[in-house]
């Protein structure tokens, strides 16, 4: 059974328009998220991650949010930009100092210009 | 600074032939990862080392597969004998500490016919 689903393969935005990238976990044990980006032939790149004291963190264009209650995160990106589109995938972990990540299955993000 | 690298960066090989993956972590990360990508089951760990040492391999699939980290710099992933059903992406990923972001190498394709 996935803990971390990301329920849209694919995505498609529009240049300039708002990028939001969903995430949902079912283990409420995970205190820590991270999403990590994915250019083709290329290995993950570590993007932005929030903890769960939090329910926002920021980081430039990248925005992400976390809902606790409804088990439930997001990224934004704006403006999106052509050079944003890659695979973006969302994980967790459960416990401080723990090195075990869950991941998604990834979304596909496409940005037309 | 160089990232983690892998070699090689795609492997095709017929079933029952030995294969070895290996890769060269950050300089200065204690913390190593291996991890297999497939369409069906997405990024699963395999194996975490800490300071050389594996911590754990609950994630390797079976005793065909087996992973050495003889010093701090380099690591590598055995597969013998191979089977189709190994093909997919393995990547390394290092950390300068187990609950720091992941820093993923570009991956080894491996196709095994």
């Known amino acids: 059974d996935q803990q971390v689903k990301q329920n849209s393969p694919s995505l498609s935005v529009q240049e300039g328009r708002i990028s939001i990238l969903n995430c949902d976990y079912t283990n409420s044990m995970f205190d820590y998220f991270l999403w990590y980006k994915k250019y083709p032939a290329e290995g993950p790149t570590f993007l932005i991650s929030i903890s769960s004291i939090k329910d926002k963190n920021e980081d430039g264009r990248f925005t992400v949010f976390l809902n606790k209650s409804a088990k439930h995160l997001s990224l934004h990106i704006v403006p999106s930009q052509p050079g944003d589109s890659a695979v973006y995938f969302c994980?967790?972990?459960?416990?401080?100092?723990?090195?075990?990540?869950?991941f998604g299955k990834g979304t596909k993000l496409s940005v037309i210009p | 600074d160089a990232g983690v690298i892998q070699s090689p960066r795609h492997e095709v090989t017929e079933m029952g032939q030995e294969v070895t993956l290996r890769c060269k972590p950050i300089s200065g990360h204690n913390s190593l990862f291996w991890y297999r990508q497939t369409m069906m089951r997405g990024l699963e760990l395999l194996i975490y080392f800490n300071n050389n040492v594996p911590i754990d391999d609950s994630g390797m699939p079976e005793d065909r597969f087996s992973a050495k980290m003889p010093n701090a710099s380099f690591s590598t992933l055995k597969i013998q004998p191979s089977e189709p059903r190994d093909s997919a992406v393995y990547f390394c990923?290092?950390?300068?500490?187990?609950?720091?972001?992941?820093?993923f190498g570009d991956g080894t394709r491996l196709s095994i016919l």
């Open positions: 990923a290092s950390s300068l500490v187990q609950d720091q972001p992941q820093h």
């Open positions: 994980a967790a972990r459960s416990g401080a100092g723990s090195y075990q990540l869950t």
